[in-house]
C-alpha cells in the first residue's frame, strides 16, 4: 500500500510540473484492480484474513478521501473467509 500511495505521489508532482495543468479542470482517470489471491491463507488463518480486511479497509478509506473508490476482487479463499469468520466484507458497498 505505501508503494501505490508513494507512486501516485510521485505521479502527482510530475504531473503538476506540466506547464497549465493546474489550471486545466480536465480529471485523471486511473485505474486499479485489488485481487485477493488464490494462495493465501485466509479461509484457513482468521489472523491472516482480518489482516487482509484491516489493509483493504485501509486502500477503500485511503481512496475515497480522494474521491475514488477502491475495486476488490477475490478468489475463492477470501470469499470463503467472509462467511467462515463472520465478517460480509465484500458486501461492503461504501
Known amino acids: 500500500m505505501k508503494k501505490a500511495v508513494g507512486l501516485l505521489s510521485l505521479l502527482w508532482v ?6 497549465g495543468y493546474a ?3 480536465q480529471p485523471l482517470y486511473m ?3 485489488t485481487h485477493m489471491e488464490s494462495n493465501f491463507q ?3 488463518d482468521q489472523k491472516i ?3 487482509h480486511v ?3 479497509s485501509y486502500g477503500m478509506s485511503l481512496a475515497e478521501g480522494y474521491g475514488a473508490k477502491l475495486t476488490v476482487e477475490s478468489e ?3 470469499a470463503r473467509a467472509n462467511t467462515i ?3 460480509n466484507f465484500m458486501q461492503n458497498d461504501s
Open 14 to 19: 510530475v504531473l503538476s510540473a506540466v506547464p
Open 23 to 25: 489550471q486545466d479542470t
Open 31 to 33: 485505474t486499479t484492480m
Open 42 to 44: 485466509d479461509d484457513r
Open 49 to 51: 484474513f482480518e489482516r
Open 54 to 56: 484491516r489493509l483493504l
Open 76 to 78: 475463492k479463499s477470501f
Open 85 to 87: 469468520w463472520g465478517v
